[in-house]
């Protein structure tokens, strides 16, 4: 595998939505799929990250936001898209684009070689030579567990949101969700009805409603040109249906009992850590402390597509990745 790999162009770390753009970018100025670049993933046959989502989860954007430049999402432009749809969407775009992934192909580090353009990517199916090598392995790809919760032993689950399906999954019963974003919210809601829910968040933040997102779209303008609103979200902390209830952060944990910040306890039935995911950036090389430029590194021709810590806020968006994707194939086209 890594020896039908060598010799490209490119090679593009990841097969989700920023590595698909940057693949769509290098194609617009001129570069072709497997012949000039080549994209590798360590997941399984077209096993993206949105096959890990619950079964009732829908975007933050409506559709007409949710999709790169000349591969519209399909449908209603006004609906907000499931993670299941997001997944066809994407192998969609992965077809259309001609690109071929290598499933299964886990990269696990890269080093420049010499003084020269040459990079070397060891992978787990063995070392490929590129001159440019684009991390697109997600912001969100490795979930982040709480230590306290590894000590908990309660009568029903403790599980991260990655592992949650739908509200029969959960034991009948009192459940904690731990983490008041936007999973923690939805989660909330979809759960209320069928169990007792305690929200547990470090702040009473408050949320733009998702209808304020829609209407704040405008009148039809350029793709790029449209300013980006805050990130928006299911509701807000004042606006939960009766019935959650909600608790300061979680501090410490044993046994059945977990201890939230202002002392008080609670002994849930099941416990869900919506508490979010870390990059999986963890086989780049050591970066230095001050900010690089964005989308790069400090070997030369090695960038980070799709990633806040390496770019911009909002990176991780759609959006964020398609601008990340203009900015690393422009750099690439002009390197030697």
Known sequence: MARTLSHRRVIIVGSGQAGLAVAAALKAQGLEPQRDFAVIDAAPQGHRSWANRWHSMVLL???R???LPAFPFPGDQSRYPRADEMLDYLASVEAELGVRTAWGVQAQEVTQIGVGFTLHLSTS??????????CATGAATVPRIPAWSRT?????????SSEYEYPAQIPPGSVLIVGGGNSGVQLAEELCSSHDVTLSSRTRRRYRAREQYASAAGPMVPWLSRVRRPEPVFGDHSRLPPGIVRAPAVVDAGGASVTFADGSQMEPTSVILATGYAPGDSWLPEQPSHKLPRTK????GLFVAGMPSHSVRGADTITGAWRDALTIAHQITDRP
């Open 125 to 134: 199916s063995g070392d490929i030579q590129t001159r440019n090598v684009v």
């Open 297 to 300: 590194t400090n070997v030369p």
């Open 61 to 63: 954007s409506d559709a």
């Open 152 to 160: 908990m032993l309660v009568p029903g689950l403790v599980l991260h």
């Open 65 to 67: 936001h949710s999709a």
